[in-house]
């Protein structure tokens, strides 16, 4: 008989024994590991509630934030069902999930400048790919409009471009329940209106919205916004949350203020563009940058400009990927939940597969998570607001 690791054996009885840490894996993935063994193997059944955070981390002899991080990831991948003040219990669904997605089969489609190289869209893949093995689905990576050979029940888009959404879905090959029709579409990382599409993604517009608020609680008045022009759903409505924000606020914002690229970056022409307005006597004490690349060159730019952030500007970003936090200063940005996108994206449409005819949310916004760091400052020194270094807004 196998035994998975840190589950002991008794009779027919388990319990959760102390667990050991195994090289090259973090501990808390073999705490989550050991969790899912037990309850696999019976020894909590769906609806059940499990024992305490402290309780688990007490049995199990981890700290209670590895324990809290299991369980979250147990959460997120649809095992387990969290309520406030309530407990954690199995999910009721759980166990049923594994032969719903098995024979089926979805194309995942990347528009043809995207890299999973790219920490974005790679996170949103490790979200898809999770759920697709939990499910036991396959997936096909595609580029817009390759599936030649019309092999999949379903495509879920990764953050594609509005007038790719406007082509009618193809129609789906026979599953194996032998129907055929529609193929049922999603969209992760974009937010677009069509007849038919799912989409979830991140609160763009509040997103950008709350970076204003921030900075104006600063004291910032004169704020720039630096980010792209509006081809993806994702610059529409960072810019258009920057607008709400400032109008909201009374603020006029100086269309030289605004500089919006086609791409992730800035171009050579735009950067010394944006430096020359970094060095006007009205200059900006404040810029959101509405993606990691953009922040970047905001910081070139400052440098450039002989500005020092944040004791003259101020610098606020999206996005955070590991080198966010060893930046000089270290970047005040908006986390995006990218593998939970993806996980739940991916769900979504396979329970679509598996029931064409039940009704289906438009859109799905998730919340950022705000991490506060070093790169915003107040106006003539003051003090911050009183902020969590990371909270969902």
Known sequence: MFVAPGILWVAT???????????????YAVVKDA?????????????????????????????????????????????????????????????????????????????????LADAYNGQIFEGVRREANEQGADIVLLRYGEDWR???????????????????????????????GRAPVMVVGANFKHPGVTCIDTDNTVLARQAVEYLLELGHRRIA???????????RDRHAGFMSACRRAGIDVDPGFVLRNHGWRLNETERVL??????????????????????????SAAANAGLSIPRD??????????????????????????????????????????DPAAPAEQAVLLPAEFVERLSCAAIGGGERPAVDRNVHL
């Open 150 to 180: 019309n092999e999949c029940h379903g495509y879920l888009y990764v953050n594609p471009y509005e007038d790719q959404m406007r082509t009618p879905a193809r129609k789906s090959k026979r599953g194996p329940a032998g129907e055929a």
């Open 35 to 115: 969790i899912r063994a037990a309850i696999d193997a019976g020894r909590f059944a769906p609806g059940e509630r499990l024992p305490s955070t402290k309780a688990l981390s007490d049995q199990m002899s981890v700290s209670l934030v590895t324990a809290h991080r299991a369980l979250q990831e147990l959460v997120t991948s649809g095992v387990l069902r969290r309520g406030q003040g309530v407990g954690t219990y199995v999910h009721e669904d759980y166990g049923h999930r594994v032969k719903r997605g098995l024979g089926r089969r979805f194309g995942l489609v990347f528009h043809a400048e995207s890299s």
């Open 225 to 235: 916004f630096v980010g792209g022009s509006g081809r993806v759903s994702n610059d």
């Open 313 to 354: 500007l101020s610098v606020i970003g999206v996005d955070d990927p590991p080198s966010a936090s060893f930046l000089n200063p270290s970047l005040t940005t908006f986390r995006q939940r990218l593998i939970e996108m993806g996980m739940s994206a991916a769900r979504m449409l396979l329970e679509r597969i598996a």
């Open 13 to 27: 009885v388990i319990e959760l024994k102390n667990i050991s840490p195994q090289p090259g894996k973090p501990l």
């Open 274 to 299: 944006f430096e020359s307005q970094l060095t006007r006597p009205d200059r900006p004490t404040a810029v959101f940058a509405a993606g990691y690349h953009f922040a970047l060159d905001t910081y």
